[in-house]
Structures are given as structure tokens and as C-alpha cells.
């Protein structure tokens, strides 16, 4: 097992970049560039970043790094929240970011193939030709390979599902350099063990993943957005919770406290109210959205919900959505120099104004800024917690407080993370939460990537990354 | 590993017996019960059929088979199409059965904790109280917990997912006897691998189920009901995938070829044309149900659907509805003293029209008596063979002629089975469709079941049932 920081020798640099044609640097630029994410968990270099280009080269590369032990982190945009793509024990950053090919859309088949390293904006603008779009938006403009390992989701998931339910298939390599295919172009397959939906989520730490089969959907008919504000967040996270029960079609449900609210004016330009609000969106045809925003406004009017705003304008519609995914760099962006913890607790539907409440004391006791916005319609919230990275008690502090709050969080039925992954923070949650199936993750971990080269330190407890 | 068929010594079944207070039986009729499913493979008695009563239980009897070599096969209501509760090598056959307590509905969070042997109907009436329901409808009324182990789907999977989507979480307990949960509570989840999903559909070879939590749905305001007529499949076919391609909102969509329809109407006293047909369902507001009829009857109009015949009235939506789930037994009791053998190929949607034309020429060229109905809208069709159980030479004959079927299936890109799994009958079509990826699924069984007491001869080939 990995255990220690691995420093490449020159041998193996020189290995390494005869697989790859050259393309491997060990410039203190693409090492820093490779040594951190969008979190705040300090950086931590690669001993070399080698670009792969191809499914072969990834599977020449790992069979090279199994051999000689040597860790491999996969690499896409590095928009991670949770530390996956920090190589804490050195060895490779293996960067997919070239293999950016959309090969093949087949609208037919509502279907997508695409290489790993396509970013989401990429492949919807590509799609948008053939009247089709990839429903899964994570805030920033993530890899399909990257969103597909951490088991990415977004605004949509309620509408749409998450990559785990529009992941099709895929070619992945493993630890050993065996090149696999899991899944079939089909919306339905019973055909053995579902390894497609094992590796989507696995982090990196089962498998590399090179090309995937993405299931697309038709640009609906009609969209259109909406807005309504509460004088409390309590009243907000109800009045959603509410209308998921009723089953009102919605596409997207997004709550966003008052400070988020003030961070999104201040960062795009935007006049909205400066109260907590509820987004949402309605995807159909002309009536049947206008049916269904009526029927929202009806439930949220029973929650106090002021100031409904509908508007069908495409232009509009999509300012807000632009606005609302770029809530977290509009918190980072409230505070030069500092850097925002995210959390991604998830509870059962009927605890979340509650979970949600909790997290707040918790975080004004301690006098940390914050702000709270969430896919509520989802029970899955975020804290967006600030810190300065020249104060590193302060975020060993953050981490003991969001632990804290982790544990009530599972214990009133929910999980540390509903959509960002464990990554290196959430270890400890993970060993509390998942308890006795943590043992067969690791018994399938042992069985895939037998010495641990990839991405350790991630999902899984190693020795120098304990605390 | 398993390898012959095991009889149990009489000291084992006391042994066992003690661990059930008795609940073991070797009576003729019990093993004949336990010996065979609804499909055509020939009965295999277990050795003994031992009945268990809770988790605990279940884990005990486990921990003392895995330390016997006794094979297991776990046994809920024995509606498989595929011979998975068949014990091919012997040992026991363990009852869940009397497991079958709904142990918690909760409307607040939109889901149902069940023991794996309620079944799907007893659980759909007790939610009927609280206005939800349980979508999934395979036609049998299968347990929840045989549902989970072969990832079964059913007619309402277009629009609310199969058992993958629909199981949240899981109590099952492993060969070696240890008791595991699985997954949360929670509608999003991103810790750690997805262990749910990799024993949803792991046939009863990897872990025995014994509680789930399940996502359940509020009724929907508005349910209607459609037929349509066409005089060919091909165009009925056609008019459904292009309905996908629309986006329109469909709750249901299945095809049924002249000779369903006919069984349909002998079985349940029904009097539909005798013609290739589509069935609907369209769930909303009294609006959008009526407005998604609409769309469909356009599309259908220019494939030359005649007879839109359209219901809101509920009996007559439900009959429609039972007819179509026992379309199996229409079929059967078509034919006396015969057996249906049902395949369950999918292909990507562009495919679909041209894969159910392959199948129905191959079997009439070989003039096999069939009948072809599907769930098209998710590109997954099942052919029912007519066979007699005293005539084995034409059941070879059969399956030959399936698997070549299969083949070119797959090489279209499909897959071997769309929702009713491996079994016994499919091990040499995985192995030429799953091809490289089947080598990581031997991997995982051998690091979860290391003697392969679980469902021994399912999914993976074992050396006395290979052909």
C-alpha cells in the first residue's frame, strides 16, 4: 500500500514520457497548477503531470505506475470541492484534459459518447445543434470524466437525475492497465453487476475512466423561471420540501439565503431582493408550465413567499441560472484573498428545515461567516463557510465544527455528502456513517487496485493522512 | 467452489434447524415448491428448504452454511422468468417469505422501509392509504426483495426508473454471515461506493437481502388510459420510439403484437382488436394528462395508429392494465400443458424497430409458435416461446436459436437482458456481451463470496452447468 510521498526518479520520468510521446513536466507551473482544486484543502504537487491522449496511452500509463507502485491521480478541470484531484502522496497527476473529443451524438438514440476530458458548456453547446442538452450542471464547468468519478449532480437532479442515473456506459481503465467496458447504449440493462453505477461515484480510486455513454434529452418545449422570496429561511426550505410532496413537476428547485442573495448581486450585477429565496424552473410544453408555476404559487403563498417573479424570457431565464452557479465563486469573491469551505450534508425530506437551522446556529455560533443555499427539493444543502488559507487553525476549526455538525446530521438519518463525494475531508464521517459496508468498499477496493495507486488518500483512511 | 451438488447431512439440517426453532423442511412438496420459478428450466429440488424469520436469522444461517460449503439460493415468492431461485447445486433454499412486514411508511419523506419478503401488491395497497404508491410493476407480484436482487423494472420505468432508481438503501447480510447497510434515507448520496446499486441486480450472488427502503410517489392527480391499432409492429414500434424522441410525457407505453392481443382477450374476457397495439398511461394534471393524449395521438396518427380509444374512468384503466401484466399466463394458458420461454433483449431506441422485425422472422422461420409484446418506449421486448416441458429436445432447440438471436442483438449494440437478469439461461450471452468487464465482476464475487455458496451456477458459468 501507499503510504508514503512518492518522488518520481529520473528513470521513471523518462519511461513515463516515452509512453506519452514526451508529454510529461515537472514545471514548478503545471505541478502547482495539478496540486490543488476549487477547495481549501492546502496544495500538495504531483511529482510529475503526464498528459494522456488516448484509452491506450491511460492504459499503458497505469500499467507502468502498478508496476512500479507509484500513485496516479486523474486529473480534468480541478474544479473539485473535496480535495479529489491533490495528489497527497505525490506520483502522477495523469491529465485527461486533452481527450476532449466529443465522438459521436446520436439523437436518435438520445445518447452521447464523449471522451473524459469534454467539459458540460462544451457538450451543450455541441448538443444544442441537434435540440438536445445534458441535463447534469454542477456549478463550475467540470469534465464529463471528472463529474462522472465524484458522482456529480446539479440544479436538475430533481427533475433529471444525477450522473448516476445518466451514465450510460463506459471504457475505464484499471490499476493493472486493463481496459474495461461497463454498460450498454440501452435505458435499460440487467446484465450482471451494475459496474457502471460502481464506478460512477468511486472518486478515482477504482478506476480511470476515458470515454462515456451520456443519455441526452430533448431541449423542452417551454422553460421558464421563477422566483419568491421568504422573510425566513425556515419558511423557504418548507415550502419546497411541500411541493416535492404535492409532485408538482419542477425542474429545478434551488434555495439561497439572504447573504448568498447579496454575493450573487454584488458578483453578476443582479437587484435581487436581499431575502431568502426559492428558484425555480418548469420544463414542458406551454400549459403545462404555467400550470405547474401556478401550482408552486400557490404552496409557496402559504409560506409567506412574497414577491413571485415568473419570467419565459430566455435571456432572463438564463442570467439567473448563470448567477445561481456562480454562488460559490461569488462567496469567494465577497472575501478577497479567502478561501470558502463547502459542505454537501443531505437528510431525509422531512428533516431538512430542521437540519437546516441546525447548521446555521452551529456556524453563527462559532461567529464563522457563512451562507447556506441548497437543492432543497433534493433534502442536499450547502454551507459555504469563508477562511483565510494564511490561518490554518482556523480551518482545522471549521473542519472540528462541520464534523460536529456531520454527526448530527447522520444521526437524524442523512449523510455528509450528498453530491460532492467524501474526497480527503469527509474520511472520518464516511468510517461513522457508512459503519459496517465500509468494509466491503474496501474489500472491492483491495480486489481492483490491489497496492493502492489510485487516488489514496481519498474515500479510504491511509496512515500519513490520518488526523 | 461449488461444484457438485450438495445434499445435506443430517446433522447439518439439525444444526440449521436449531437456528430457526424448527422452521426446516425436506417434505417432497417443499422442495418441489422451491425447485423451480415461473421460467422453463427444468426443477432442481435444494436438498432443504429453511425458512427464516428476521436479519439475524438470516446472518446465522449464513455464517453456518459459508462454513459448511452449503450452496444457498435465496426464495421470496419463486415469479422469476429466469431460474434464479432454481438450486441447481442443491443445499438450501432460503425462505424470506415470512419476512414480510411493511415496517415503516413515511409520507413526509416519500418512502417505504420494507422486510425483502412483502410483496408488491400487499405494499402498493397499504401506501394507497397514505395516497402514494410503489412504482415499479414487474407483472408478477414478486417480493420487494427478490424485485432488488434481479433489478427488476416494469411498465411504469419510462417514467419513474426500475428497482436501480428505486431503492434507496438495504439491510443484506454476506456470505460469511455479516449483516451490512447499505446506503440512506436520502433521495442524494455521494459516500463511498454505491453498494445499493451493486447488489440491486446481483441475482441473490453476492449478498441475501433481507430489508429495503424504497422510493415511493403521491398518486398522481389525473391517470388516463390509451390504445391505439396498427397494422403492422414495425409501425407501432416506430410511433413509440419517435413519442420518446418527442420528450412527451408518457407514464406508460407498451406494445403488444396480434397474438398477445388475442391471449389478452381469451385470458381476462377482453374485446380488443385483434391487432398490434399500444397501450399508454399519462399521469399529471387533468390538463397535462390531456394534453400529453393529445401529442401522442398526433405522432400515432402519422404511423397509422387507428382506434385512439382514451379512458379516465379507473376501472377501466385498471383492467386494461391487469390484462397487460398477466400477458405471461395469457400466453401459457394459450397453450395447455406448455411452458413460455421469455426473452428480454433491449436495444438503443433507433434499433428497435429493426431488432423486434429480426427476432420475429428468426422465430417464424423456424415456425416456433410466439408472441412479442415490449416495453418500447425503453427499447427493451420480450418474445414468449411456446414450448412443451415433455419435449426437452425443443427446448435445446430454443435456446439455441435465442442465443443466436442474442448475438445479433448485441452486435446492434443491444443487450442480452433488458430488466430480468443472467439466471441460468444467459451466462454465454454475458460472457460475449460483458466480455472484458465480466473478469471484475468475477473479482468482486470472489472478495464477497469467496467459496461462491451464493446462487451458485447464476450469471457466472460453474463447471456442471455448462452446456
Given at each position: 500500500?501507499?503510504?508514503?510521498?512518492?518522488?518520481?526518479t529520473?528513470?521513471?520520468?523518462?519511461?513515463?514520457?516515452?509512453?506519452?510521446?514526451?508529454?510529461?513536466?515537472?514545471?514548478?507551473s503545471?505541478?502547482?497548477?495539478?496540486?490543488?482544486?476549487?477547495?481549501?484543502?492546502?496544495?500538495?504537487?504531483?511529482?510529475?503531470?503526464?498528459?494522456?491522449?488516448?484509452?491506450e496511452?491511460?492504459?499503458?500509463?497505469?500499467?507502468?505506475?502498478?508496476?512500479?507502485?507509484?500513485?496516479?491521480?486523474?486529473?480534468?478541470?480541478?474544479?473539485?470541492?473535496?480535495?479529489?484531484?491533490?495528489?497527497?502522496?505525490?506520483?502522477?497527476?495523469?491529465?485527461?484534459?486533452?481527450?476532449?473529443?466529443?465522438?459521436?451524438?446520436?439523437?436518435?438514440?438520445?445518447?452521447?459518447?464523449?471522451?473524459?476530458?469534454?467539459?458540460?458548456i462544451?457538450?451543450?453547446?455541441?448538443?444544442?445543434?441537434?435540440?438536445?442538452?445534458?441535463?447534469?450542471?454542477?456549478?463550475?464547468?467540470?469534465?464529463?470524466?471528472?463529474?462522472?468519478?465524484?458522482?456529480?449532480?446539479?440544479?436538475?437532479?430533481?427533475?433529471?437525475?444525477?450522473?448516476?442515473?445518466?451514465?450510460?456506459?463506459m471504457?475505464?481503465?484499471?490499476?493493472?492497465?486493463?481496459?474495461?467496458?461497463?454498460?450498454?447504449?440501452?435505458?435499460?440493462?440487467?446484465?450482471?453487476?451494475?459496474?457502471?453505477?460502481?464506478?460512477?461515484?468511486?472518486?478515482g480510486?477504482?478506476?480511470?475512466?476515458?470515454?462515456?455513454?451520456?443519455?441526452?434529452?430533448?431541449?423542452p418545449?417551454?422553460?421558464a423561471?421563477?422566483t419568491?422570496?421568504?422573510?425566513?429561511?425556515?419558511?423557504?426550505?418548507?415550502?419546497?420540501?411541500?411541493?416535492?410532496?404535492?409532485?408538482?413537476?419542477?425542474?429545478?428547485?434551488?434555495?439561497?439565503?439572504?447573504?448568498?442573495?447579496?454575493?450573487?448581486?454584488?458578483?453578476?450585477?443582479?437587484?435581487?431582493?436581499?431575502?431568502?429565496?426559492?428558484?425555480?424552473?418548469?420544463?414542458?410544453?406551454?400549459?403545462?408550465?404555467?400550470?405547474?408555476?401556478?401550482?408552486?404559487?400557490?404552496?409557496?403563498?402559504?409560506?409567506?413567499?412574497?414577491?413571485?417573479?415568473?419570467?419565459?424570457?430566455?435571456?432572463?431565464?438564463?442570467?439567473?441560472?448563470?448567477?445561481r452557479?456562480?454562488?460559490?465563486?461569488?462567496?469567494?469573491?465577497?472575501?478577497?484573498?479567502?478561501?470558502?469551505?463547502?459542505?454537501?450534508?443531505?437528510?431525509?425530506?422531512?428533516?431538512?428545515?430542521?437540519?437546516?437551522?441546525?447548521?446555521?446556529?452551529?456556524?453563527?455560533?462559532?461567529?464563522?461567516?457563512?451562507?447556506?443555499?441548497?437543492?432543497?427539493?433534493?433534502?442536499?444543502?450547502?454551507?459555504?463557510?469563508?477562511?483565510?488559507?494564511?490561518?490554518?487553525?482556523?480551518?482545522?476549526?471549521?473542519?472540528?465544527?462541520?464534523?460536529?455538525?456531520?454527526?448530527?446530521?447522520?444521526?437524524?438519518?442523512?449523510?455528509?455528502?450528498?453530491?460532492?463525494?467524501?474526497?480527503?475531508?469527509?474520511?472520518?464521517?464516511?468510517?461513522?456513517?457508512?459503519?459496517?459496508?465500509?468494509?466491503?468498499?474496501?474489500?472491492?477496493?483491495?480486489?481492483?487496485?490491489?497496492?493502492?495507486?489510485?487516488?489514496?488518500g481519498?474515500?479510504?483512511?491511509?496512515?500519513?493522512?490520518?488526523?
Amino acid at each position: 500500500m501507499i503510504e508514503n510521498r512518492v518522488e518520481l526518479t529520473p528513470r521513471q520520468i523518462s519511461d513515463l514520457g516515452l509512453i506519452v510521446d514526451g508529454r510529461i513536466s515537472t514545471s514548478q507551473s503545471a505541478l502547482d497548477q495539478h496540486g490543488h482544486d476549487e477547495s481549501a484543502f492546502p496544495s500538495s504537487p504531483p511529482s510529475a503531470v503526464v498528459i494522456a491522449a488516448s484509452t491506450e496511452e491511460v492504459s499503458e500509463i497505469l500499467q507502468y505506475c502498478n508496476s512500479e507502485a507509484i500513485p496516479v491521480v486523474a486529473f480534468g478541470a480541478g474544479t473539485s470541492l473535496e480535495g479529489h484531484v491533490v495528489p497527497l502522496f505525490g506520483g502522477i497527476s495523469l491529465d485527461l484534459s486533452s481527450m476532449n473529443r466529443v465522438l459521436e451524438v446520436r439523437p436518435d438514440d438520445l445518447l452521447a459518447r464523449v471522451q473524459a476530458g469534454v467539459h458540460r458548456i462544451a457538450l451543450n453547446e455541441k448538443l444544442a445543434n441537434d435540440g438536445l442538452f445534458f441535463t447534469v450542471d454542477p456549478g463550475a464547468d467540470a469534465t464529463l470524466g471528472g463529474m462522472a468519478a465524484t458522482g456529480a449532480a446539479g440544479t436538475t437532479t430533481v427533475r433529471y437525475g444525477s450522473m448516476r442515473e445518466n451514465v450510460l456506459a463506459m471504457t475505464a481503465v484499471l490499476a493493472s492497465g486493463e481496459i474495461i467496458h461497463t454498460g450498454r447504449n440501452t435505458r435499460k440493462l440487467s446484465a450482471g453487476y451494475d459496474l457502471t453505477r460502481l464506478l460512477v461515484g468511486s472518486e478515482g480510486t477504482l478506476a480511470v475512466i476515458t470515454e462515456l455513454s451520456l443519455r441526452v434529452f430533448g431541449i423542452p418545449e417551454k422553460m421558464a423561471a421563477a422566483t419568491v422570496r421568504f422573510s425566513s429561511m425556515s419558511e423557504g426550505v418548507q415550502a419546497a420540501t411541500e411541493i416535492v410532496k404535492a409532485g408538482i413537476s419542477i425542474a429545478r428547485c434551488e434555495f439561497l439565503d439572504a447573504k448568498c442573495i447579496r454575493n450573487l448581486n454584488a458578483y453578476d450585477s443582479m437587484s435581487l431582493t436581499e431575502l431568502p429565496t426559492l428558484f425555480f424552473e418548469f420544463h414542458g410544453t406551454p400549459r403545462s408550465v404555467e400550470e405547474d408555476a401556478l401550482a408552486v404559487q400557490e404552496i409557496v403563498a402559504d409560506f409567506g413567499g412574497t414577491e413571485f417573479e415568473w419570467t419565459s424570457d430566455e435571456g432572463e431565464r438564463r442570467k439567473l441560472w448563470r448567477a445561481r452557479h456562480n454562488a460559490h465563486w461569488a462567496a469567494v469573491a465577497a472575501h478577497p484573498g479567502k478561501k470558502s469551505v463547502s459542505t454537501d450534508m443531505a437528510v431525509p425530506l422531512s428533516k431538512l428545515a430542521k437540519a437546516v437551522a441546525l447548521a446555521d446556529e452551529m456556524l453563527a455560533a462559532h461567529e464563522f461567516t457563512h451562507s447556506i443555499l441548497g437543492h432543497v427539493a433534493d433534502g442536499n444543502f450547502h454551507c459555504q463557510i469563508i477562511t483565510d488559507p494564511n490561518n490554518p487553525d482556523e480551518l482545522v476549526n471549521i473542519r472540528r465544527l462541520v464534523h460536529e455538525m456531520t454527526l448530527e446530521i447522520i444521526a437524524m438519518g442523512g449523510t455528509c455528502t450528498g453530491e460532492h463525494g467524501i474526497g480527503a475531508g469527509k474520511i472520518d464521517a464516511l468510517e461513522v456513517e457508512a459503519s459496517d459496508s465500509l468494509k466491503v468498499m474496501r474489500r472491492i477496493k483491495d480486489a481492483l487496485d490491489p497496492k493502492g495507486i489510485l487516488n489514496p488518500g481519498k474515500i479510504f483512511a491511509a496512515k500519513t493522512n490520518r488526523t
